[in-house]
Every structure is written in C-alpha cells, then in structure tokens.
T-cell receptor
C-alpha cells in the first residue's frame, strides 16, 4: 500500500461547480498537510497548508483534514476555468522531514 | 524575487551523452531537492540535500549524481543518458517551515 493515495481523475466539471479533491494516507505520523496546484508546463505551487485535523479556508478554497480517518480534502467553491490544473496533495511527519506527494488529480473546469 | 531558477528549460540528448541540470535558489533555504515527473507516476524524488555539504538518495537515484555546490546551488548530472530518463525534472527548495517547497519551472529532457 502506498503511503499516499490520490485519485488521478481526470475530473471535468462545469464552471461554478463545487469541486472535491481527496487523498488518503496510511502513515499516522503525518502532521503537516498541503495542497499544491500545477498548471500545465509549470512547476507545482503551494496552495494550502494545514496542521492537524480541522478545516482551513482561503477564499474559494477549503482544506480539510480528518486524522482519525487518514483522509484529506480540498474543496473549491464557484470553480473557474482558471482553476483548471493538476492538484497534488502532500504531507510530512515534521518540519524537517521530506514531503510525500500524491500522484495528482487533473481538473478541468469548462466555461 | 526569482525563487528557484532551473537551466536549461529544454534539452534533447542522444543516448550515452552526459549533461548537468542546474538549479539555484535565492531564498536562503537549507534544503534542496531534485524530482522527476512522468505521466501516471507523479513526482519521484531523485536526490536531496538537507543542508549544505550533505546529499542523500531519494526514491529513484540510479543513473544520476548530484552536487550541492554551495547553499544556493544544487546540480543534477546524468553521466550516460538513457531513453528511460526522458522526463520533466523539477528542482525545489525548502526551509522546513510552513511555506513547504518552492519549485522551479522545470527542465524538459528528451533522450533519443
């Protein structure tokens, strides 16, 4: 079993839809959870950073962590065509540990 | 504010040729990383340097070598390129804090 599992999609939604992206993990030592966004032919960029269980909101984006279920989610409200990208989850045990990435989910938002 | 700069952006090599991918960061980060990204495989760690003067193997180190030249620069060398090394290579850096990793824009390498 891989440490981090992420459905690769692809996921195609109409503009304005609510998007839910998810990752599951097996290592209970993970404490820090992140979501990266990667546009085509670009490097990944950090989108959201959370520590421990709970929700964190930033504009149209909400990151959710459920440590008891080893499950993290990213919700995008009122999705826009500019949100079309690959979204990668990432997590690590502590501040100075390497990140473990999911394989990424390709999202297309259609106008 | 350049962040992480990778050169070259594109490269075509013949099998057996060698080349060095360059990476430099201007954020005073301690840690630097080299990843390759292939369709369906996600990001795979090749080598990393937790701090200046140290380097360690990642998930897929075979066929590669690295040099942490100083705190800013971390290079990746392919000694004898193979078609299986055709990929997009990303360099990243980190200070271990809340900002996660900062990635460069990538090098698209084709080995024919």
């Amino acid at each position: 079993q891989k440490e981090v599992e992420q459905d690769p999609g692809p996921l195609s939604v109409p503009e304005g839809a609510i998007v839910s992206l998810n990752c599951t993990y097996s290592n209970s030592a993970f404490q820090y959870f992140m979501w990266y966004r990667q546009y085509s032919r670009k490097g990944p960029e950090l989108l959201m950073y959370t520590y421990s269980s709970g929700n964190k909101e930033d504009g149209r984006f909400t990151a959710q962590v459920d440590k008891s279920s080893k499950y993290i989610s990213l919700f995008i409200r009122d999705s826009q065509p500019s949100d079309s990208a690959t979204y990668l989850c990432a997590m690590r045990r502590g501040s100075n540990y390497k990140l473990t990435f999911g394989k990424g989910t390709l999202l297309t938002v259609n106008p | 504010n350049a962040g992480v700069t990778q050169t070259p952006k594109f490269q075509v090599l013949k099998t057996g040729q060698s080349m060095t991918l360059q990476c430099a960061q201007d954020m005073n980060h301690n840690s630097m990383y080299w990843y390759r990204q292939d369709p369906g495989m996600g990001l795979r760690l090749i080598y990393y340097s937790a701090s200046e003067g140290t380097t360690d193997k990642g998930e897929v180190p075979n066929g590669y070598n690295v040099s942490r030249l100083n705190k800013r620069e971390f290079s990746l060398r392919l000694e004898s390129a193979a078609p299986s090394q055709t990929s997009v290579y990303f360099c990243a850096s980190s200070d271990g804090g809340r900002d996660g990793y900062t990635f460069g824009s990538g090098t698209r390498l084709t080995v024919v």
